[in-house]
T-cell receptor
Framework: GDSVTQTEGLVTLTEGLPVMLNCTYQSTYSPFLFWYVQHLNEAPKLLLKSFTDNKRPEHQGFHATLHKSSSSFHLQKSSAQLSDSALYYC????????????FGQGTVLSVIP | DPKIIQKPKYLVAVTGSEKILICEQYLGHNAMYWYRQSAKKPLEFMFS???????DNQTASSRFQPQSSKKNHLDLQITALKPDDSATYFC?????????????FGPGTRLTVL
C-alpha cells in the first residue's frame, strides 16, 4: 500500500534560518506528491504539488523537488519566518489508485524569534 | 465567503448517540471527500464521492455512513458513537475525479464523544 514518512514531531527553528522538512514515500504507482500546511484551528491548505521528476515547484518561498529515484519530496525554505509556524503534511495520491490522499504523520514547525 | 461550509464547528455527544456532520461546497466541484484527524493519527481518508456516487470507503466500521442528497452536499452520519470517534472531521472537494485535481478542505467539525 501507499505510505508517507515525514520528519518526526516538532522542529524548532530560529527566525531567518533555513527550513528543511523531510518526506519520503512508498507507492505502487507513480504518485502525485503534495505538501499541505495547517495553521492552528484552520483547515489544511495546499502549499505545493508535483508529479514531474526533478521539477521544483515553489510557493510562498517554499520549494520541494520530487526525486523519484530516492522517493523523496523534501520541503525547503531559505529563511524561516514567524508566520511559517504550523503543522506541515506531506501527502501522495497514486495515479493507479483510488484518488485518496495518503498523509504522513505531520511535522510541527515552530519558528522562534 | 467560505466556499466549503461544515456544520457544526464543535459538537459534543454522549457515547452511544448518533450525530450528523454537515458539509456543503459552493465551488462547483463534482467530487467530495471526508477525512478524519485525531490526536493519535494524522489526517486519514474516510470516503470519496464523485457525482454523488460512492467511489471509495476506507472506514472499517459501518457506523460511518456518508449521505449525498445533492451534488454539493456530503453529510456524514455517525451512529453508536464511541469516545475513540473523537476527532476533527474534514470535508474536502475537488473539481473532478482524478489525481491531478487539487482537493480543498473545509474548516472541520471537532467532535468530542464523552
Amino acid at each position: 500500500g501507499d505510505s508517507v514518512t515525514q520528519t518526526e514531531g516538532l522542529v524548532t527553528l530560529t527566525e531567518g534560518l533555513p527550513v528543511m522538512l523531510n518526506c519520503t514515500y512508498q507507492s505502487t504507482y507513480s504518485p502525485f506528491l503534495f505538501w499541505y500546511v495547517q495553521h492552528l484551528n484552520e483547515a489544511p491548505k495546499l502549499l505545493l504539488k508535483s508529479f514531474t521528476d526533478n521539477k521544483r515547484p515553489e510557493h510562498q518561498g517554499f520549494h520541494a523537488t520530487l526525486h523519484k529515484s530516492s522517493s523523496s519530496f523534501h520541503l525547503q525554505k531559505s529563511s524561516a519566518q514567524l508566520s511559517d509556524s504550523a503543522l506541515y503534511y506531506c501527502a501522495l495520491r497514486a495515479t493507479g489508485g483510488n484518488n485518496k490522499l495518503t498523509f504522513g504523520q505531520g511535522t510541527v514547525l515552530s519558528v522562534i524569534p | 465567503d467560505p466556499k466549503i461550509i461544515q456544520k457544526p464547528k464543535y459538537l459534543v455527544a454522549v457515547t452511544g448517540s448518533e450525530k450528523i456532520l454537515i458539509c456543503e461546497q459552493y465551488l462547483g466541484h463534482n467530487a467530495m471527500y471526508w477525512y478524519r484527524q485525531s490526536a493519535k493519527k494524522p489526517l486519514e481518508f474516510m470516503f470519496s464521492y464523485s457525482y454523488q456516487k460512492l467511489m471509495d470507503n476506507q472506514t472499517a466500521s459501518s457506523r460511518f455512513q456518508p449521505q449525498s442528497s445533492k451534488k454539493n452536499h456530503l453529510d456524514l452520519q455517525i451512529t453508536a458513537l464511541k469516545p475513540d470517534d473523537s476527532a476533527t472531521y474534514f470535508c474536502a472537494s475537488s473539481q473532478d475525479w482524478g489525481v491531478s485535481y487539487e482537493q480543498y478542505f473545509g474548516p472541520g467539525t471537532r467532535l468530542t464523544v464523552l
